[in-house]
């Protein structure tokens, strides 16, 4: 089965902090993506990565940047933490090419910042 | 002050009957489709997805119909039961997206006893 973990459940943070939150998977995936997900709006797209070191910017990559020094991890940075920033964080990882374009989704982190 | 986000559709059935969930997307171009669902407190999983090249495929209790006339896709749940309450999510891939994924809001399913 694949497993992507990410490294808290829930975090709460203070305005202005600096803010890391990590993915790991264990399937050797090529693509690793950053949703954060607010109710009614979906999941959109922060960042993405297809290969170690490459990194594309999604829909909302305001306020975020990433990092992805290893195949298997891939970090999101809140440089500054401000409160409209409060939001659930899905990572996810998918094989590149096919046979399909499923991503494998982690248990999410719950972020408040206060 | 706190922010209101927006509310979720919600789509409330009887046990043992059917639900079909529907979903409209945007992109005609959008070759690839996909249904999530996600249970409180977990990351969305995968039910079923469907080619552009098909207009129905079948799974273990589900069926996913797509109409790209009308850019209509609906998933339907046969015999529902109480663990199919979750919130459940389409997503469009368009032919020139790569690997990205496009997602819709959700509707949440509630299935009463």
């Known amino acids: 089965d694949v497993k992507v973990t990410q490294s808290s459940r829930y975090l709460v943070k203070r305005t202005g902090e600096k803010v890391f939150l990590e993915c790991v998977q264990d399937?050797?995936?090529?693509?690793m993506f950053w949703y954060r997900q607010d109710p009614g709006l979906g999941l959109r797209l922060i960042y993405f990565s297809y290969d170690v070191k490459m990194k594309e910017k999604g829909d909302i990559p305001e306020g975020y940047s990433v990092s992805r020094e290893k195949k298997e991890r891939f970090s999101l940075i809140l440089e500054s933490a401000s409160t409209n920033q409060t939001s659930m964080y899905l990572c996810?990882?998918?094989?590149?090419?096919?046979?399909?374009?499923?991503?494998?989704f982690g248990p999410g982190t719950r972020l408040t910042v206060t | 002050g706190e922010s209101v986000g927006l509310h979720l559709p919600t789509l409330s059935v009887q046990e043992g009957d059917n639900s079909i969930i529907n979903c409209a997307y945007s992109n005609s171009a959008s070759d690839y489709f996909i249904w999530y669902k996600q249970e409180s407190g977990k990351g969305p999983q995968f039910i079923i997805d469907?080619?552009?090249?098909?207009d129905k495929r079948q799974g273990q209790r589900v069926t996913v119909l797509l109409n790209k006339t009308v850019k209509h896709l609906s998933l339907q749940i046969a015999a529902t039961q109480p663990g199919d309450s979750a919130v459940y999510f389409c997503?469009?891939?368009?032919?020139?997206?790569?690997?990205?994924?496009?997602f819709g809001g959700g509707t949440r399913l509630m299935v009463k006893p």
């Open positions: 399937m050797d995936h090529e693509n």
């Open positions: 997503a469009e891939k368009g032919n020139n997206a790569g690997n990205m994924l496009t």
């Open positions: 469907i080619r552009s090249n098909m």
């Open positions: 996810a990882s998918s094989f590149y090419p096919g046979p399909s374009y499923e991503q494998y």
